[in-house]
């Protein structure tokens, strides 16, 4: 296709060219005026927006920066909506809660970014995926900054993309600066398209102020992405006219840069090519661009006109989580006695044959069947497309399964241990947990966490971390400790459209046996297991910690405790806890993890504040020392708080 062999079609090129630099015209008087707060501007970048967003398809994605509001204009978004989502008003895309060009829309195919940077490139992968596994010819298209690409995502999301063959379009908008650094002392290589070579990507480097080129150019290398799916990398040599958003100003920048890039202004430079044709004239110039400004007027004022919004907590609460009515699938009779592991692998089986739209990435999960071979045979069984090996890049991979949701897919993550969720801890809590909150976004993920100590792994194998999770709205986090939980809160995590974060500790793996329904089954979230009915004392646990509790219990038949499993940390079921409590007026929570913040904490709290008058004695929390953890058993079996409980057990009932 030749967007520029027809005058009307190359005039409509320009109508979109010259959209955004009016409407920023517009809202640098804004600003001035104290109408807008903040904006970052995108003056003489608008060649690669446009062109970048004229080239793709309109159900193809693409994943703009905060500078791309020609990637919003060009996909045709009413103005007054853009306008009422920088003046947070309710008619905007994220009902206030997230500034400028932070937000997605389904409805145009944008995903917008988050101020990490780095994620998106991921979730351009996924995206790539999920159309690659459909067989679908589309591309995506992401966007970038030379900043970012210092950031360790940029190198995991191209190696995935080279890796897996995604037909990802990687924009970098070289412009100079990232926010004052400049670019000698960002990197050392002599043009950003050179790293494609190390990942084994096609790159090229366009100058992003000749629309023309960019056009022209990006056109040809999508038709053959769409052919020949690939990822490819492209370099667009631009400049930034203004600060990195206004407030910063452009003091650091010299005088003669600004001067040569006024001369390469792209919007000038498509008047010449247009007006070398004869197909723009000085009137037809001026009718443009006063037809333009008028329809941003009237959009504008439709905006502002627009009431605030008047925030409620019921308002704000049930967007935190995107709307789940519990499938029940009822466990029927037919039962067999399997380990704890057997269970996980038995859900995620069924749950594969159940969405076939469910894709688990992990490293070493294919042949090898992962680290604890909770998914060997899988591939024989549903193939290496759904059961992939993954590079060792946790960070993007999540952000990849953020991806394949967005774009009508499941996925799992298994991280090989869940210490190692560390380096993937940002598009969790940052991506993940705050997407459907942000601009509605389901964010339909399950990351498996092997987790505990008690095998002498020592500090980086043998954490429980949940603490990590729990305190972030947006996340559900499940710490099952019988097979049969273990599998029907599996199934439930995956049928689920929100993000989970599900442990699995792995000394219960093949320790730990029980009756297992053989069919498909889900439990449901926030409900709580009473293992043990007494009336002396209330014990709260999840996790190996109910087996010690039991054990403990075993030793002592005397002490006639509720034990409750509390299955679920988030949601976590406060009504069955208040109800033992009231019953049993004394309280002990015993967790894995060191005690300082942990799930305890929070749990004692409540019970002080909802059950005070209830109480004949102070609650009791015991966890792991305020330590790593050692691998030596000796030094681990102290570390652990296993004897402590017990000990803590007996003061207890003795107060």
């Not at 009137?283 to 009431?307: P, V």
């Not at 990849?400 to 993937?424: C, H, P, R, W, Y």
């Not at 689920?496 to 599900?502: G, M």
């Not at 509790?549 to 499993?565: G, R, S, V, W, Y």
Request: with cysteine.
């Amino acid at each position: 296709m030749n967007f520029f062999q027809e005058k009307q079609q190359a005039l409509q090129l320009y109508r979109r060219l010259i959209l955004p630099r009016l409407i920023e015209e517009k809202m640098l008087i804004l600003i001035r005026q104290g109408k807008v707060s903040k904006w970052f501007s995108g003056i003489g970048q608008e060649a690669i927006a446009v062109g970048v967003t004229s080239v793709l398809h309109q159900d193809e994605y693409v994943l703009p920066m905060h500078r791309n509001l020609g990637v919003f204009t060009t996909r045709e978004i009413p103005l007054h909506r853009l306008f009422a989502q920088w003046q947070g008003k309710a008619s905007g895309f994220t009902k206030g809660r997230d500034r400028s060009f932070h937000f997605g829309t389904q409805e145009y195919k944008i995903l917008g970014m988050i101020s990490h940077l780095g994620p998106q490139l991921g979730v351009a992968d996924g995206i790539a995926l999920a159309h690659k596994l459909r067989k679908e010819e589309k591309i995506t298209a992401v966007f970038t900054g030379e900043g970012a690409t210092s950031e360790g995502d940029f190198h995991e999301a191209l190696n995935v993309a080279s890796v897996w063959n995604l037909p990802v379009l990687f924009i970098i908008e070289n412009n100079g600066y990232g926010l004052s650094t400049p670019v000698n002392e960002q990197y050392k290589c002599e043009n950003l398209a050179d790293r494609g070579v190390g990942y084994g990507i096609e790159s090229h480097i366009l100058d992003g102020n000749d629309f023309v080129e960019v056009v022209t150019k990006l056109n040809e290398i999508a038709e053959s992405m769409r052919k020949n799916p690939r990822p490819v990398l492209i370099e667009m040599k631009t400049f930034r006219m203004r600060g990195h958003e206004e407030a910063s100003g452009t003091k650091y920048v010299p005088q003669e840069l600004f001067d040569l890039w006024k001369e390469k202004d792209p919007i000038l430079r498509y008047e010449k090519f247009l007006e070398e044709k004869n197909w723009l004239s000085p009137y037809e110039k001026e009718e443009i661009t006063k037809e333009l400004k008028a329809w941003i007027d009237t959009d504008w004022k439709q905006a502002i006109a627009e009431e605030d919004i008047v925030p409620t907590y019921e308002g704000e609460l049930n967007d935190v989580y995107a709307p789940y009515q519990f499938e029940d699938f009822p466990a029927k009779e037919t039962t067999e006695k399997i380990r704890f592991i057997d269970a996980i692998t038995q859900g995620l089986s069924q749950s594969m044959e159940r969405h076939n739209n469910l894709v688990i990435m992990g490293q070493d999960i294919a042949e090898y069947g992962g680290a604890f071979k909770v998914t060997e045979g899988f591939v024989d069984k549903f193939g290496k497309e759904r059961v992939r090996n993954t590079p060792i890049c946790e960070s993007i991979i999540v952000s990849t399964a953020a991806g394949l949701s967005a774009n009508n897919s499941k996925a799992i993550v298994e991280m090989q241990f869940a210490d190692f969720v560390s380096t993937g801890f940002n598009p969790i809590v940052n991506l993940l947990a705050k997407q459907h909150y942000r601009w509605g976004e389901k964010a339909d993920v399950v990351v498996r966490m092997p987790s505990g100590a008690g095998s002498g792994a020592g500090p980086f194998h043998s954490q429980t971390n949940e603490a990590w999770f729990t305190k972030t709205p947006g996340l559900k986090v499940v710490y099952p400790a019988f097979p049969a939980d273990a599998k029907g809160l599996l199934n439930t995590a995956i049928n689920d459209p929100n993000p989970v974060v599900f442990f699995e500790h792995k000394n219960l793996y093949r320790s730990i046996t029980g009756e297992v329904p053989t069919n498909y089954y889900t439990t449901p979230f926030g409900k709580a297991s009473l293992i043990r009915e007494g009336e002396q004392v209330t014990i709260i646990s999840f996790g190996f910690g109910v087996h010690w509790a039991m054990e403990t219990l075993a030793k002592h038949p005397n002490i006639k405790a509720d034990l409750i499993d509390l299955r679920t940390l988030q949601p976590l079921d406060y009504d069955a806890i208040k109800k033992s409590v009231q019953k049993t007026g004394k309280a002990i929570v015993l967790h894995e993890d060191t005690l300082f913040g942990g799930v305890g904490s929070d749990i004692s709290a409540f019970i002080m504040e909802e059950c005070f008058e209830y109480l004949d004695a102070p609650v009791k929390r015991v966890g792991s020392i305020e330590s790593p953890i050692p691998f030596m058993k000796n030094l681990e079996n102290q570390y652990l708080p296993k004897e402590r409980f017990e000990q803590a057990l007996i003061q207890l009932m003795e107060y």
